[in-house]
């Protein structure tokens, strides 16, 4: 009550009310007679104690009604809302999660969620939720001052959710709550799901017919004797033909990522021999292309590092068949490999002196079927190959990014961890996690 008497006189108008309510009642005992002095004094009275009841009351109002104001929104809105304080007591949980958890309000409000509860059938996923270690899969998207994104993804029956957290000071000021918004994206990766296994069964029912054309097409010219043009007509066909098997390769590789079913086998090999072998491998196509390469191999020895040789394969194959496609005539290919600066991985950059990359380009280099402006100067890429790119270095336990300069070149790094315990023990499907 104190308190709330003195933020009272804190305030500037009720501060002046306050004070010209006691000056008049001391002008009133000066100067009125006997009988109006006790009026006066009275009506004074009444005045002030009217203001007082006033105040506190719409003070009270006012703070019941800011306490009920996130409560109420949080009622239409799709996604669920959980908060809870710092002891798990839940404090609100709206309709949605009703639905996602298949729990009513009153077997929630006001429980304590303990470790323990996830015993409990009815109870488990909620609280796989408000313990995320203690969910089957959990991948965690964005984690910045007090506020984590996370995938949360359960099985039999499927249920896939996005999880926000985020740490909030509670109304009394002493403490925190925490809440969670839940956006539940089944629906969403069903969808997905059976686009890809769409995509999967036709890719591989495409097979068959296009190695026919295939065979027939090299057939007629190594078999025949075919006048030139015929010949050149035949070869651009098997080059389409070559470049249309090439992208549903690429779309089932793409569909094994998103189902997590890529399968990677890591072995503990000498990594710097085998980047030697497959430059070697490669220079005769450099070559070719007007194009001159050059290794720097690590200053120091490096231990021998685990990884799955065919995936690596790939993803080097991948940045150097983009170096010679973007590049200028004469122009170099440098490939250099070094251990990181915290000596906990290594680092393989392929760079060239190509046509370069916009900046607001970079940030989208590695999502599925992304071109820039400088892959106008040749259309025959698909988009796909830095996306398989990224996810099979990622799948290693290791990062990949970008530099360019437009008219200069580009610059790709990868690096893959030392540590054996740092390649994740399962394959994560990134259909189910998004991008």
């Not at 006790?38 to 203001?51: E, G, H, Q, T």
């Not at 710092?86 to 009703?98: A, D, G, Q, V």
């Not at 059976?194 to 010219?221: C, D, K, M, Y």
Request: some cysteine.
């Amino acid at each position: 009550m104190i308190k709330n008497f003195i933020n009272l006189i804190k305030n500037p108008l009720s501060g002046l009310f306050l004070l010209f309510t006691i000056i008049l009642a001391l002008l009133s005992i000066i100067y009125l007679p006997a009988v109006l002095k006790v009026v006066s004094f009275i009506l004074s009275v009444l005045i002030l104690a009217l203001f007082l009841l006033f105040y506190f009351e719409n003070k009270k109002t006012n703070s019941n009604y800011k306490s009920q104001i996130p409560y109420d929104i949080f009622s239409i809105i799709m996604d669920g809302i959980i908060i809870y304080d710092s002891n798990f007591k839940i404090i609100y949980f709206n309709e949605s999660c009703e639905k996602i958890f298949n729990l009513k309000k009153e077997e929630v409000l006001g429980k304590q969620i303990k470790v323990s509860d996830a015993q409990d059938e009815r109870f488990q996923r909620l609280v796989q939720v408000i313990f995320p270690s203690l969910a089957p899969i959990v991948v965690h998207k964005e984690s910045k001052d007090d506020i984590d994104i996370s995938e949360i993804n359960f099985t039999e029956p499927d249920l896939f959710l996005r999880v926000l957290t985020a740490k909030i000071k509670n109304e009394k000021e002493d403490g925190f709550n925490f809440v969670k918004v839940i956006h539940n994206r089944t629906s969403e990766v069903q969808a997905l799901k059976s686009q890809t296994e769409f995509v999967t069964i036709a890719s591989h029912q495409l097979r068959t017919p296009l190695n026919e054309i295939r065979w027939g097409l090299e057939s007629l010219i190594s078999g025949y004797n075919l006048e030139d043009s015929v010949k050149e007509i035949l070869n651009e066909l098997l080059n389409s033909l070559k470049r249309l098997m090439n992208l549903i390769e690429s779309l089932l590789v793409v569909s094994k990522i998103e189902e997590g079913k890529f399968g990677y086998n890591f072995e503990e090999l000498d990594y710097v021999e085998f980047i030697k072998g497959i430059l070697e491998e490669y220079l005769p196509q450099i070559r070719r292309n007007g194009l001159n390469l050059y290794f720097n191999p690590p200053k120091e020895e490096i231990p021998k590092i685990y990884f799955d040789k065919e995936k690596i394969y790939m993803v080097i194959v991948n940045l150097l068949d983009n170096a010679v496609r973007y590049n200028v005539p004469n122009g170099n290919i440098i490939v250099s490999i070094r251990q990181s600066e915290d000596k906990e991985s290594i680092e393989t950059t392929v760079e060239d002196t190509g046509v370069g990359i916009a900046q607001e380009e970079l940030k989208n280099l590695f999502k599925k079927f992304s071109k820039t402006e400088s892959g106008k100067i040749n259309t025959e890429g698909s988009g796909l190959g830095l996306y398989i790119t990224k996810n099979i270095i990622v799948s290693h336990g290791g990062k990949i990014w970008a530099e360019s300069e437009l008219k200069r070149g580009t610059k790709i790094t990868f690096s893959l961890p030392i540590k054996k315990e740092k390649i994740p023990q399962t394959e994560v499907p990134t259909l189910f996690f998004g991008e």
